[in-house]
Structure formats: C-alpha cells, structure tokens
T-cell receptor, first 115, second 113 residues
C-alpha cells in the first residue's frame, strides 16, 4: 500500500510570498494532520482535518491555513511568509474516525526555505 | 507542553537491547502511551502504543508500570538502523486530541558498532 506522499519535497520562497503544500494520505485514511518541525521548537501540531472539516488546531497564527478535499487529500497554505516559517512541514494520515487512537503515518515532509 | 520526560540521549551497542525510559507522572486514566521515532531527515514512524498492559510487536516491546507513571520502550536487538530520535507521547482517546500528537524533545538513541 502506498504511503503518505507530500509535494513538493523542497521549496524556496522569499519573504512576503505565499506557499501551498500538498499531502495525499494513505488510501482509506480520512484524517490528515499537519506539523511544523524546526530546530528550535521541534515538532509542533498545526491542524487536523477529517471529512473536509478542521477538527483540531494548534497554536499558530492565521497565516497558516489548510483544507481537505472529498478524496481526503489535503493542502496547507502559508501566506505572507516570514523567515521563521522556514521548516520541515510534515503531513500524517490516520484511519482515526473519532476513537482518538492516534496511530499516524507520516510523509517525508516538505522542506520550506524562506529567504 | 509535552506531558512526558525523557533522557536527552542514550547509547547502545549493536546487537544489545536498547531500553528507553519515559516518565509520564501526570497521565490520566484514558490516556495512551505512544512511541514514535524519527530517523534523520525522515518523517516520524509509529512504533507501538499501550494503555495499561505491556505490549509487543515486531519492532519493539512496551513495558508500562502498574501505576502507569512511567514506561520503557525496548528494542530487543538494536541495529545501526535504529539510530534515531525516539519520542514518548501521551495522548487521550478522542476529545480535543483529534489527530494531535504533542512531541517533546525525545531521546537521541545512538547505536554503536
């Protein structure tokens, strides 16, 4: 079974631009979560989507947004990029339908560099 | 904030068992203990989870103390490919934890030849 895929794998942007990252979950998985990983803050939860609805949200500014499509694929968008947004952005999928058992399968991540 | 405490680093000889401890003294009754690892430049990988009983799978064993305030992940025969950051995570079943894993700093396990 194919794993979680993320595109693009690497991205370079400049301050003030916006960026959209894509995630395709494992077939049959309906929950998609996004994380940001930086050397200083570690792995931090951004948000989670299930059945096209955001169910959970981390402590990030409104510049960070996401959505999920009917086929469970998800995108996240960062507007008005700042230098501090340089990070590895990870997507994870899960069969989780509400039982809260968080066995998540992670993609390889998108490495975003903001210049 | 993460609800777990782990040593920042540990070493292990190849072929020996690696025992990674985790303290979670404030764990509540409906919270599970999860272990993930992250090999350099890859996404985290699920290893194992448990509620109160000891668990074993093809990758590792999880030993949870009777009071559930601490646990140990055991890699029975460590290999060089097990060198990674290991995260112990406590998360509740459902509620506000939908899809959310709270990662701490983890333990950097280095397996030596």
């Amino acid at each position: 079974k194919a794993g979680v895929t993320q595109t693009p794998r690497y991205l370079i942007k400049t301050r003030g631009q916006q960026v959209t990252l894509s995630c395709s979950p494992i077939s049959g998985h309906r929950s998609v979560s996004w994380y940001q990983q930086t050397p200083g803050q570690g792995l931090q939860f951004l948000f989670e989507y299930f059945s096209e609805t955001q169910r959970n949200k981390g402590n990030f500014p409104g510049r960070f947004s996401g959505r999920q499509f009917s086929n469970s694929r998800s995108e996240m968008n960062v507007s008005t990029l700042e230098l501090g947004d340089s990070a590895l952005y990870l997507c994870a999928s899960s069969r989780n339908s509400g039982t809260g058992v968080n066995e998540q399968f992670f993609g390889p991540g998108t490495r975003l560099t903001v210049l | 904030d993460a609800k777990t405490t782990q040593p920042p680093s540990m070493d292990c000889a190849e072929g020996r068992a690696a025992n990674l401890p985790c303290n979670h003294s404030t764990i509540s009754g409906n919270e599970y203990v999860y272990w993930y690892r992250q090999i350099h430049s890859q996404g985290p990988q699920y290893i194992i989870h448990g509620l109160k009983n000891n668990e074993t799978n093809e990758m590792a064993s999880l030993i949870i103390t009777e009071d559930r305030k601490s646990s140990t992940l055991i890699l029975p025969h460590a290999t060089l490919r097990d060198t990674a950051v290991y995260y112990c995570i406590v998360t509740e079943a459902g509620g506000t934890s939908y899809g959310k894993l709270t990662f701490g700093q983890g333990t950097i396990l280095t397996v030596h030849p």
